[in-house]
C-alpha cells in the first residue's frame, strides 16, 4: 500500500481488461520513492476496490486527487503474487500490506539529480559477488527494459543507476527496440563476462529524446 501525493507521476496501462497494472513510474519521483513498481497490479484506490472496474474508473479518482491537490492511496500487489494468488483462488487481504508513505522530503539524491542527460554506469562484480544487483522489468509487449529495483549493498548501489531508468544499450549494444528474449541474452552474456555497462537515461530524458 502506497500514499502518494498530487505530484506523483504514474501511467497506468490503458486496456479492456481488469484488473489494471502500472505501465510506468517517473525516475526520481514521490511515486518511485514511495517504491510503486512497473508491473503493480492496482487494486484498491482510496479504499475503494477496483480490482474488477474499467479504466475510466481507475483513472478517475486518480485524476480527481491530482486535481484537488489531496493525497492519493493506492492499494498494489506486484504481478508475480497476484498470478499466484489468483492461481490458487486466494483473494488478497488487505490487512496484510505494508504502507509505504512518500517521504516528507525527498532524499537528496532524487531532488538532485539531473535530467536530460543519460548515464553510462559500469558495474563489475567481484570474486564473491552472485548478481549485478539490479532487477529488470520489460516494457510494454516485452519490448524494451527498465531498471525496476536495486539491491541495497550490492554492486549496483554505489552506481548512478536508478529505479525506473529506461535501458538504452547494455555492453555497447543497443536494445531499446530489442524484444524481451535479446535482452536476456544480452543480460546473460554480461554475467558471464562478470562485467556490464549499462547505458540509461531517466524517464523524462527518455521522453526528450524520442
Known amino acids: 500500500m502506497s500514499d502518494l501525493t498530487d505530484e506523483d507521476i504514474l501511467n497506468l496501462e ?4 481488469h484488473p489494471h497494472f502500472i505501465e510506468l513510474v517517473d525516475s526520481n519521483s514521490p511515486a518511485s520513492a514511495a517504491s510503486l513498481k512497473i508491473r503493480d497490479v492496482v ?25 484537488s491537490n489531496d493525497r492519493l492511496e493506492l492499494l498494489v500487489i506486484q504481478k508475480h503474487f497476484y498470478d499466484i494468488l489468483k492461481e490458487n483462488g486466494i483473494s ?5 500490506a505494508q504502507v509505504i508513505d512518500t517521504p516528507k522530503q525527498m532524499p537528496g539524491d532524487y531532488m538532485n539529480f539531473s ?3 543519460p548515464r553510462t554506469c559500469e558495474i563489475r562484480l567481484s570474486t564473491t559477488d552472485q548478481t549485478f544487483g539490479f532487477d529488470i522489468v520489460y516494457g510494454k509487449y516485452d519490448i524494451g527494459a527498465y531498471i525496476q ?20 544499450e547494455i555492453n555497447d549494444k543497443f536494445i531499446d527496440n530489442e524484444p524481451r528474449k535479446i535482452i536476456e541474452k544480452r ?10 555497462k ?11 529524446f524520442q
Open 187 to 196: 543480460l546473460i552474456e554480461a554475467k558471464l563476462k562478470r562485467f556490464i
Open 92 to 96: 488478497f487481504n488487505p490487512r496484510f
Open 198 to 208: 549499462l547505458y540509461v537515461g531517466d524517464t523524462h530524458t527518455y521522453i526528450y
Open 115 to 117: 535530467k536530460h542527460t
Open 149 to 168: 529495483e536495486i539491491a541495497p549493498d550490492s554492486p549496483a548501489s554505489p552506481t548512478i543507476l536508478r529505479k525506473n531508468d529506461r535501458v538504452l
Open 43 to 67: 487494486l484498491a484506490v482510496n479504499n475503494k476496490d477496483v480490482s474488477e472496474s474499467e479504466y475510466i474508473e481507475v483513472t478517475k479518482p486518480i485524476k480527481d486527487v491530482r486535481d
Open 14 to 17: 490503458r486496456s479492456i481488461q
